[in-house]
């Protein structure tokens, strides 16, 4: 028996346990933060729950240093939430609560803001009444300001301007005023009743959805709002959202990338004109906490960001919103705890009883099949709003049409036509960069990266090869450094496509998104500004421009290079190809004009293209998942797999095969592999990865359990480096 109670702590560490300490006095209940000793440092952790024993000797438990907090960082609910995600993905605990922490509060920052705050002192009082200091009006000034009151630094500054520190040195220095530290001022700690303002009329189907997801405000539902781009599904969440704030409850609303968050918070905040808190990766450190700390206190009423908001301490949560539910970016691929935003949403919804809305013009495979299960409800929207018509869907047949530039001439007569009609074109390239390879024209060299199986790409502009694997750059060469001769770039990127359209279309404005020009905060706005003005006439963008943007004058899209993804050995690419068709497509028609849509491939008999156009995504989605039944790939069965990177391939692969080599006889699962990943060297190192496959979801994971114990003993463990991902959404 321990003399004193003892606390089970969560600590930031790779180690799949708790770590046992003395508690202080007065135990610190569940969900607090505490510092203590870890062998010489000291770390903060979040206490998990106590016991009256332990395996640790008594004389080896070292006690709390500190309790940080008077009441939990996390509320049982969430803190639920995170136990259960560490269980599932199996990963250790103390890195699972971390991720879900801004930084500050990890190394131990209060739960509270602070500021300073001024006051006078009876000396200063006295001195102001005679009239002091009769030569410094500036600070006369300052007590005058402070008599009776106490001010924050910045009510002062507010008041009386950038100087006026400068006044207030010399009157801290005599006594005759001071400061302290204290805690800002906070708004009511719950969402208050609010009275939802009109908006626009909804048409009977996103009426009718509306109305499903607010009778279920107050209990766990899972609901797919499944609409065609442009058919409105924002404003559902908007109505639905209004509802919930009314009930005086508070809402949660996840997007994909930062991308589409400035234009999501614009519209949520012209609707509401309610505290918002916006938490994405894009924020600084103290941005973060700031945001963390308004949805902690309840002052944010509404709360939206990126994948790791899923973890915001919302309070009186009420609602939760997934938008572009099918986006590969709500799964954290690489770097320590590996989760899917979209899935975690729909387990914090059930634990909160409250409904989760997962909104997408194309679904994933595996909500699809949760809806033809029964476990979630799909509400559609097959009208675009304004009654805007679909766009007219067409293959063009690179075989049969001449292309220079990798425009065919059919696309060129498009754009002259729609330009010359006022409307808008956007030419979609998931390739950015001037061009994908530099290759001499005598030897056949082709520029590599010299520690990746990739080719540079040409940025043409900045005069660089770079790699977009590993960030590597080197500068452009003018000739070949093997034989001599010339090199040419080869191929297609955005910075070339832009290129080409400009001298193809002299005056007409283009307009380029992609990750090259867009690495600022406001870039992407100050170009979404530029398009939607009408300023920029040809759109040239990647996959960037798929996502959410709404750009009711492009009345033309071109697809170019549309048979990526055809072929690859991946099991998700038809999915995702068809899923980035379907969306780009949809930036065409949604205002008043017809939108058309040009897709150009080298394979236009390919079924994948032919039932994309003849049956739309959802009939393509029949048959793709029936193919995946047929051949066992998700979502018919669970997969997991362990990935790994080491200086050579032997060593990659080595500590694998020593992995599978554990789970001989192992029942209930199939192992596949080892393999080298599709690029086995990235960043100068080699990469494999083994596939585990099971039909059942707890077999998978019972296997797991078990398993991942024997792989950290391995001494081959500690010469790579690897990691487990479960439900994984790509397959290197």
């Not at 705050?117 to 006369?140: D, V, Y």
């Not at 919804?349 to 033809?372: D, Q």
Request: charged share 20%; glycine share 8%.
């Amino acid at each position: 028996m321990s003399p004193a109670p003892v606390l089970r702590v969560a600590l930031a560490t790779p180690l799949r346990q708790l770590f046992d300490y003395l508690a202080p006095a007065v135990p610190p209940p569940r969900g607090v933060r505490v510092r203590v000793p870890f062998g010489r440092r000291r770390l903060v952790g979040v206490v998990m729950g106590n016991a009256e024993t332990t395996d640790v000797p008594t004389d080896k438990l070292r006690p709390v240093l500190e309790t940080l907090d008077d009441r939990p960082l996390l509320e049982p609910g969430l803190l639920d939430l995170l136990q259960w995600a560490a269980g599932y993905y199996h990963h250790p605990i103390g890195e699972v609560l971390a991720a879900a922490l801004p930084k500050a509060l990890r190394l131990g920052a209060s739960l509270t803001a602070h500021e300073q705050r001024w006051r006078i002192t009876p000396a200063g009082s006295a001195a102001h009444a005679q009239g002091e200091p009769r030569r410094a009006p500036r600070q006369r000034e300052v007590l005058a300001t402070l008599l009776g009151q106490e001010r924050s630094a910045a009510e002062l500054r507010a008041q009386l301007g950038e100087t006026w520190r400068n006044a207030a040195r010399p009157l801290e220095t005599r006594g005759w005023i001071a400061s302290a530290q204290a805690a800002c001022a906070s708004s009511a700690p719950a969402v208050q009743p609010f009275a939802p303002a009109d908006g626009p009329t909804l048409n009977p189907e996103q009426r009718a959805a509306a109305e499903r997801i607010t009778a279920s405000l107050g209990q766990f539902s899972a609901f797919v709002l499944q609409g065609i781009t442009g058919s409105g599904k924002t404003e559902v969440y908007l109505q639905v959202t209004a509802q919930a704030l009314a009930q005086g409850r508070s809402a949660l609303i996840l997007v994909p990338e930062i991308g589409l968050t400035p234009q999501l918070v614009a519209r949520f905040r012209e609707r509401f004109g309610v505290p918002m808190a916006v938490l994405h990766s894009g924020l600084t450190d103290p941005e973060r906490l700031l945001a963390w700390r308004e949805a902690y206190s309840g002052r944010a009423c509404i709360v939206l960001g990126t994948r790791s908001a899923v973890f915001a301490p919302v309070a009186n949560l009420g609602l939760i919103i997934a938008d572009e539910e099918h986006d590969a970016s709500y799964k954290q691929h690489d770097g320590g705890f590996r989760y899917s935003a979209r899935d975690l949403a729909v387990m914090r919804a059930r634990g909160a009883a409250v409904p989760v809305v997962l909104g997408s013009a194309t679904p994933a495979f595996e909500t699809l099949f949760n809806v033809a299960t029964d476990r979630y409800t799909r509400l559609t929207l097959t009208r675009r709003a304004a009654e805007a018509a679909p766009p007219r869907l067409a293959l063009i047949d690179l075989r049969a049409h001449a292309h220079t530039g990798g425009l065919s001439t059919p696309a060129v007569q498009a754009i002259e036509r729609h330009l010359a009609a006022g409307g808008q074109t956007l030419v979609f390239l998931n390739r950015r960069g001037y061009a994908p390879t530099l290759a001499c024209t005598a030897c056949g060299w082709v520029a590599p990266c010299r520690d990746c199986d990739a080719r540079m790409t040409v940025h043409l502009s900045a005069r660089a090869l770079r790699c977009h694997h590993c960030g590597a750059q080197a500068p452009l060469p003018e000739r070949c450094p093997q034989c001599g001769f010339t090199v040419k770039p080869v191929g297609q990127g955005t910075e070339r496509l832009e290129d080409t359209l400009s001298q193809r279309f002299p005056g007409v404005p283009c307009v380029r998104l992609d990750r090259d020009v867009i690495r600022r905060r406001g870039d992407l706005e100050a170009a979404v500004r530029r398009i939607a003005s009408g300023e920029g006439r040809i759109l040239v963008g990647t996959q960037m421009v798929t996502k959410g943007h709404d750009f009711p004058n492009v009345t033309l899209v071109v697809v170019l290079n549309a048979d990526q993804g055809l072929f690859s050995s991946d099991f998700r690419a038809p999915e995702r190809l068809a899923q980035t068709i379907v969306q780009v497509a949809g930036r065409a028609g949604r205002g008043t004009r017809p939108g058309e849509v040009l897709i150009q491939t080298e394979f236009p008999d390919h079924p994948l293209l032919t039932g994309l156009l003849s049956e739309g995504y959802e009939g393509f989605a029949r048959t793709a998942l029936e193919e995946r039944r047929q051949a066992a790939w998700p979502p018919f069965t669970r997969l997991a797999a362990v990935r790994d990177s080491a200086p050579s391939a032997e060593a990659a692969l080595q500590f694998l095969t020593e992995a599978r080599a554990l789970a001989e006889g192992a029942h209930g699962v199939r192992l596949l592999g080892p393999v080298p990943a599709a690029m086995a060297r990235r960043a100068g190192r080699h990469h494999a990865q083994l596939l585990i496959e099971s039909r059942e979801r707890a077999s998978l994971h019972r296997f797991l359990a078990a398993w991942l114990p024997r792989l950290e003993s391995l001494p081959s463990a500690r010469r790579v480096r690897w990691a487990l991902d479960v439900d994984p959404m790509e397959l290197f």
